[in-house]
């Protein structure tokens, strides 16, 4: 039987709980340094940047730096920090709800993101955790939308992640949100939405086709006022933006959405004020390495229904 490669343990560090980057070298190529290789590989980045970063020997593999004129190894193994995005700190607290020797369980405020992507690398709810709680092998259970606060589950050890992650791939977790957007006397709740929903990689807005469904949300409305409503919604599946795409197919646009149903400019990176008005607030399941039955309540509140006022004049984000 063929032995899998498994990679090479990091020898650098964290920083700032982000992982240095890892990168396989080709098994063959026209490439008679690594230098040569990584200025095809990385066009991105100038080659100043990377001829300083070899020079401070910031570049590292399985034998220690990098030299400037290393010669290209088939199949080699490197590592390196990537330069950080200048990232607007997210003026909001990150709360531990529940900490064990399997979970890490928080409740995250919005404009946080649960992961690094993009421009948002440090500023992270996984970022922030591994450093702040020591932890630098923590992983994520699942994904909360960056716009999204409330509830967001991270697994300890590695060699757990999987059994939590198929909890979620397979439906077994409870999932309950919160919302507030218009109010439709006309529009009968409490109602089950199915539909067909795609998301392309770098298009902002998710879509749904005329195809067999893939996503289900069940909708409530909880109390209304004003013109209104405070809604309980339950997705038995994850696609992304589910929930704020079922809602503005409903005429219900969440308060506060930037993408339905009509794609916004994006705000200024320091801009806060008007947090999208959904909140993760229950996760239940049987835990499957205890069999214990679990369940999370969040302790925020969607500001535009407990303190409209402030909500309205852009000073509620920290809900």
Known sequence: MRRKNRRPA???????????????LP??????TVRDHLLERLPTVPAERIDAALRDREIVGEQGPIAPDEPFRPGGHLWF?????????????????????HLVVVDKPHFLATTPRGKHVAETALSRLRHTLGLPALSPAHRLDRLTAGLAMFVVRPEERGAYQTLFRDRLVRKEYQAVAGYDP??????????????????????ELDAPPNSESRIELLERR???????????????????????????????????PVVLPEPAPDDFRRPLQLLASVIEFTDPLTGRERRFETRRTLASWTDPQSWAEGSGAGS
Do not use: C, N
């Open 10 to 24: 990091s020898p650098l560090p964290q920083r700032h709980g982000v992982d240095p980057v890892h990168l396989r």
């Open 27 to 32: 098994f063959e190529g026209p490439w008679p």
């Open 81 to 101: 920090h990537r330069d950080l995005p200048d990232e607007v700190r997210v003026p909001f607290e990150l709360v531990v709800l529940h900490r064990d020797e």
């Open 186 to 207: 006309e529009l009968s709740l409490p109602r089950t939405v199915r539909s067909h929903i795609v998301k392309e990689r770098g298009v902002i807005a998710a879509r």
């Open 226 to 260: 004003d013109g209104h409503g405070r809604y309980r919604l339950h997705p038995s599946s994850g696609r992304t933006h589910q929930l704020r795409l079922h809602m503005s197919g409903l005429g219900l646009p969440i308060l506060g959405d930037p993408v339905y």
